[in-house]
């Protein structure tokens, strides 16, 4: 089922960075309500999904490029970004949400979903399940199979392995908050793009201004601490050996990209360059990049994202 709701779909208060790039409007999927940010365009639509703790900011740089080609809207997976929790934030969960989501969402025409980190596991796995619904996918340094584990652990700085590893814990949700509330969203936004980005001076100020306005406006919601925590508790399995993640990447038909950060360390390029994959999906390595080409190089990600359009 979907509808718009007159009393659910309106426009909503946007950073002064955001106003001319998208219009924001919640729609409601199968009784829950997922924020999405309209990038406009034409031709074929793409779906834009974000990674765990990400929103539809992470796209500012890429989909005002994509829209001069395509039809792009970037959802707010439940959750995270402006999306109440719903249905459940699980990987299961997140799964079913954007399945429902590209299944209703553009009147039977088949999009491009393109996803990110946890949003590029979602992606392929809702590929795999439904290749009716999806044109193409492409992964963005999607999490894989075996992230954790040895060598292939994330190459993360001391301080936010334990930060990482607290927030998924007993009281997770409750310790983000406050170290939120402690730090503020601008230095939690810089952090966050100083860990994930090879070289974050890249990304412009008004870009990193709207994800300091998001995260601010985030800090106020209740569910903030507990969807990082239960998503993040939830992505183990989701990744397991015969899971299904290593199931889809094994055996996607659709046409697919996979673009990788060279130095990426949240998920590393090793483990990338070791997984096996469908015929159909191509391995990109972006030289320099880490894990959030979408920012830090949209114009790359850009050139292997068109011809599936």
Known sequence: MFLYAANITRPMARHPAETPLYRSRTVVIDGAPIHTADFGGTGTPVVLVHGLGGSHVNWLRLAPELAKRARIVAMDLPGFGLSPVGHGVRFEDQVRAVTSFIGTMFGGERPVVVGASMGGAISATVANLR???????????????????????????????????????????????????????????????????????????????????????????????????????????????????????????????????????????????????????????????????????????????????
């Open 131 to 309: 290749p009716d619904l999806v044109r193409g996918v492409a992964l963005v340094c999607p999490a894989l199979p075996g992230l954790g584990f040895g060598s292939r652990a994330a190459v993360l700085p001391l301080r936010q392995a334990l930060a990482f590893a607290t927030a998924l814990g007993p009281g997770g949700d409750r310790v983000l908050r406050a170290r939120l509330l402690r730090s503020g969203p601008e230095r939690a936004v810089r952090d966050l793009l100083s860990l994930t980005c090879a070289d974050s001076s890249r990304i412009p100020e008004a870009i990193v201004a709207a994800h300091v306005a998001l995260a601010a406006k985030r800090s106020g919601q209740p569910w903030y601490g507990t969807a990082f925590r239960d998503a993040g508790r939830s992505m183990p399995r989701a990744l397991a050996r015969g899971g299904p993640v290593e199931t889809a990447l094994r055996n996607l038909s659709v046409p697919g990209v996979w673009a990788h950060g060279e130095r990426d360390r949240i998920v590393p390029c090793a483990l990338a360059r070791e997984t096996p994959c469908s015929p159909t999906l191509r391995l990109e390595i972006l030289e320099g990049i880490g894990h959030v080409p979408q920012l830090e190089s949209p114009a790359a990600l850009q050139s292997l994202i068109e011809p599936l359009l």
